[in-house]
């Protein structure tokens, strides 16, 4: 399984981004994809995921509301939706895939969200 998250960069305060994470491989049915995050001087943290045939979707609590996870309908790219941005949500952000009941065992390079205010 390959992963390639892009869509970071520099937005103001308030504004909007949307990341993407292309996949590729051998992914089945019962795979995750998710997105995490991780800011200077902190630790990794989750952000969102995905099954990949169902659609479901999970969040951390902090960020319901604000950040919304889809995939396309080829189900080849999953895009984490990020809006009314705020500095705390600087960061690289990371892809992850997992196959039906096992961490999260493949990773994408990150990108680099910068929130300037």
């Known amino acids: 399984v390959q992963l390639q998250a892009s869509g970071g960069g520099l937005v103001q305060a308030g504004g909007s981004l949307r990341l993407s994470c292309a996949a590729s491989?051998?992914?089945?049915?019962?795979?995750?994809i998710g997105w995490f995050r991780q800011a200077p001087g902190k630790e990794r943290e989750f952000v969102a995921s995905i099954n990949w045939r169902r659609g479901s979707t999970h969040y951390a609590d902090a960020l319901k509301g604000r950040f919304t996870i889809s995939r396309d309908n080829a189900k080849t790219t999953i895009y984490l939706q990020m809006d009314s941005l705020k500095s705390e949500d600087a960061g690289d952000y990371y892809c992850a895939a997992a196959s039906a009941g096992r961490e999260w065992e493949y990773w994408g390079q990150g990108t680099l969200v910068t929130v300037s205010s």
């Open positions: 491989g051998r992914i089945d049915s019962g795979y995750a």
